[in-house]
């Protein structure tokens, strides 16, 4: 079983920037593809971004493109969102998510592994 765990997240006025990272416990995880979901009050998960193992391959959903940057820790279960200009719809619950397919998939019942999630909330 692997655990995941977010770090992170926290009240933010719009324009301003935060940090989220994520911890596999398994070494296994340096192998696997990593992303990042978020869920807002009432709303479905949705993909935010994806990195493939090798740190290679990386997708962005279109509404955070140019804004957020995830990034990988070489060889290591570790991956980071790096979230500038917030804006008040960035509001959610962030989930960091691990899937043992090789490539980025999009939809969140791909994934089979799961942190606990962290929040953050942009004010306007």
């Known amino acids: 079983q692997v655990h995941v765990v977010e770090s992170g997240g926290g009240l933010v006025q719009a324009g301003g920037s935060l940090r989220l990272s994520c911890v596999g416990s398994d070494r296994t995880t340096s192998t696997y593809t990593m992303a990042w979901f978020r869920q807002a009050p009432g709303k479905q998960r949705d993909f935010v971004a994806g990195i493939s193992w090798s740190g290679i391959n990386i997708e962005y959903d279109g509404s955070v493109l140019g804004r957020f940057t995830i990034s990988r820790e070489k060889d290591k279960n570790i991956v980071h969102l790096q979230m500038n200009d917030l804006k008040p719809e960035d509001t959610a619950d962030y989930y960091c998510?691990?899937?043992?397919?090789?490539?980025?998939?999009?939809?969140?019942?791909?994934?089979?592994?799961w942190g606990q999630g962290t929040r953050v909330t942009v004010s306007s």
């Open positions: 998510a691990v899937t043992h397919f090789g490539n980025i998939r999009r939809q969140w019942l791909e994934y089979n592994w």
